[in-house]
């Protein structure tokens, strides 16, 4: 019974090694595809061990590269394993889908360094903006402007490439974008325009995602939320959502209350006429007490003077600087500032004056 198996065996064996040698390139297709199958699962392990291994440590660029790399690289594996088999297997099948498959080879290999590229700069912009990387200021505008640039000039010259692989010629191409460049100029002038504006916004940077910006001729007040090509999103204080075309920016006055590097107190105080004689005290009180408060920028004017005679009160103009630009801590010094005044009058022995109307009215409430 063993010898008629091994006699089966040796039978089988044999038909199937000299099958082979009639048909060397399928052996030849199979060790290519085996091959394929090993690259492809070894590069799939390695890419989850690295990602376990620096999970918890820094290595973000080399990360963010093998991510970029994992997928394009798969598909070239079996591009390549594709490409190299039909080279074998020539004489078997038409010509003409040989060089099909060629021509796809090439169109493939650009496309995927395409892909690496923008991949790349994807996810190295996503790192950028969570501020993953040490010793980072991050300037979202800045960075979201160069990520689009990037990737618009690696579609553009992948697309010039790609073109004379396809048979088009580029001659032909640039007369055509040429002849209809000034149609389409005339037709889409004003989303030309907003495009040039987003370009210009982006370049000099006057301001940046989350800013706070207004314009004295316009009705546009808030804090940036999106800076992009044709428009600028602005969330307006009332909460509302304010869409700016970036043409409107080249020819208005923007002023950028963020880049402040104080706050400004200046009001107006009138006092009584008959309290001239303690003027002078009053003012001497308030500049010492401007100048020993906490909270004000001594390197900046700080001042209360007597700057004007009104028609029923003295006016007293108080200047000031405070270090901080927040609005609410702002609006906290300022109101307690007003209290102190209020006080250094009235420990004069005098008063703030109100108009005659006003007090005509008190008095005669109190009759």
């Known amino acids: 019974m063993g010898f008629i198996l091994g006699q089966i065996s040796t039978y089988y064996f044999e038909r199937l090694t000299n099958f082979f040698k009639s048909q060397i390139w399928l052996l030849y297709v199979v060790i290519v595809f085996v091959v394929a199958i090993a690259l492809t699962y070894g590069v ?3 890419y989850h061990q690295l990602s376990h291994r620096w999970r918890k440590k820094g290595h973000f660029l080399a990360k963010i590269l093998m991510k970029a790399l994992y997928w394009p690289l798969l598909i070239f594996i079996w591009i390549e394993a594709i490409s190299i088999n039909s080279h074998r297997i020539i004489p078997y099948i038409d010509g003409s889908i040989v060089s099909i498959i060629e021509k796809v080879r090439k169109v493939t290999l650009l496309v995927l360094l395409a892909w690496i590229f923008i991949r790349f700069i994807k996810l ?6 969570e501020g993953r990387f040490k010793s980072q200021a991050t300037d979202k505008t800045t960075i ?10 690696a579609f553009t010259i992948v697309s010039l490439l790609l073109l004379p692989i396809l048979g088009i010629q580029i001659t032909g191409i640039w007369a055509f974008v040429s002849g209809s460049a000034i149609a389409v100029g005339i037709a889409a002038q004003h989303i030309i325009a907003n495009y040039f504006g987003g370009i210009v916004v982006h370049s000099d940077g006057h301001f940046r995602v989350g800013d706070w910006i207004y314009s004295p001729e316009k009705e546009i007040e808030g804090i940036v939320e ?8 602005i969330r307006t204080f009332d909460r509302k959502l304010l869409y700016v075309p970036n043409a409107v920016f080249s020819s208005i006055i923007i002023i950028n209350a963020s ?3 104080n706050r400004r107190i200046k009001d107006t105080i009138n006092i009584r006429y008959a309290d001239a004689p303690i003027l002078a005290k009053i003012l001497e009180g308030i500049n010492n007490m401007l100048q ?3 909270d004000l920028d001594k390197t900046r004017r700080l001042a209360a003077n007597f700057t004007e005679f009104g028609p029923f ?14 609005w609410q801590e702002y609006r906290d010094i ?11 009058i009235t420990d004069h022995g005098a008063q703030i004056a109100v108009p005659p109307v006003i007090a005509l009215e008190k008095e005669q409430e109190k009759s």
């Open 124 to 129: 190295f912009e996503i790192h950028l903006l």
């Open 259 to 261: 880049r402040m590097t």
């Open 313 to 326: 009160s003295i006016k007293l103009t108080i200047y000031a600087f405070t270090y901080t630009t927040e």
């Open 334 to 344: 300022q109101q307690r500032l007003f209290l102190d005044v209020i006080k250094i």
């Open 226 to 233: 999106y800076i992009g090509w044709r428009s600028t999103h």
């Open 144 to 153: 979201q402007a160069t990520g689009k640039i990037l990737r618009v000039a």
């Open 292 to 294: 020993a408060h906490p």
């Open 44 to 46: 799939h392990v390695l």
